[in-house]
């Protein structure tokens, strides 16, 4: 699967379901564990899990499934699908871990063209 339409199930999916200070970074250039990281905050960690349950469906929608799965008993979820790793936040772990700092030699890219009106509206 391409990697930009993960990217854009992904972001819309967290989108949709009110995550905040979504970020995408491409950070192939920086390591080889992965093309993109997709960085949103829940707002709980009853939140944390139910992106990540949006986004594993979503994707499942289309025959994308999850390489990997890290963290169901803490703040931060990882959903690994190759080429592009989700991370979903609690606001205090986004702040300890600080990914986008860690990776800020990568680019974020513009969410203008990626992110689509919340379905409803």
Not at 14 to 39: D, P
């Amino acid at each position: 699967m391409d990697s930009l339409k993960i990217i854009e199930i992904s972001a819309n999916s967290l989108n949709n379901k009110k995550a905040k200070n979504l970020n995408v970074i491409k950070v192939e250039e920086l390591t080889s564990i992965a093309e993109y990281f997709v960085i949103a905050t829940a707002s709980s960690s009853t939140h944390v899990h139910s992106l990540a349950d949006e986004v594993e469906e979503k994707l499942k929608e289309i025959g994308v499934e999850p390489h990997h799965i890290e963290g169901r008993a803490t703040g931060w979820i990882v959903l690994d699908y190759g080429s592009v790793i989700v991370h979903i936040f609690t606001p205090d772990s986004r702040e300890f871990y600080n990914l986008d700092k860690m990776w800020s030699e990568g680019v974020s890219l513009n969410l203008d063209n990626i992110l689509k009106e919340a379905e409803g509206d």
